[in-house]
């Protein structure tokens, strides 16, 4: 079993920047592709980014630029540096874990998933 716990969501105004956190537990993580997703109500899950365990990142286009997904495998931790946000982005954002070597945007993919946190851009 692996534990996801996302950290870091808040309400941020356009333009300005927020980092996620996502500490997993149990399992060891070795060969397996973090990502993040991020949902609003009512809609399906979206793939965000992805990074997989040698550090190759895939993006979904209109956070390129914007967006930095990074893993501290000693620290056992997932990060989502986001930058330059835009009400668009607001949306609960989720961290999921799936064995493999990746990268993987489908969260069919995924086989763990963390609880969820909230971001909140105003215009």
């Known amino acids: 079993q692996v534990q996801l716990a996302e950290s870091g969501g808040g309400v941020v105004q356009a333009g300005g920047s927020l980092r996620l956190s996502c500490a997993h537990s149990g399992r060891a993580l070795n060969n397996v592709t973090l990502g993040w997703f991020r949902q609003v109500p009512g809609r399906e899950r979206d793939f965000v980014a992805t990074i997989n365990w040698i550090g190759y990142t895939y993006y979904l286009d209109s956070v390129k630029g914007r967006f930095t997904i990074s893993r501290d495998n000693a620290k056992n931790t997932l990060y989502l540096q986001m930058n330059n946000l835009k009400p668009e982005d607001t949306a609960i954002y989720y961290c999921?874990?799936?064995?493999?070597?990746?990268?993987?945007?489908?969260?069919?993919?995924?086989?763990?998933w963390g609880q969820g946190t909230r971001v909140t851009v105003s215009s």
């Open positions: 999921a874990a799936a064995y493999g070597s990746g990268p993987y945007a489908s969260p069919d993919r995924y086989d763990y």
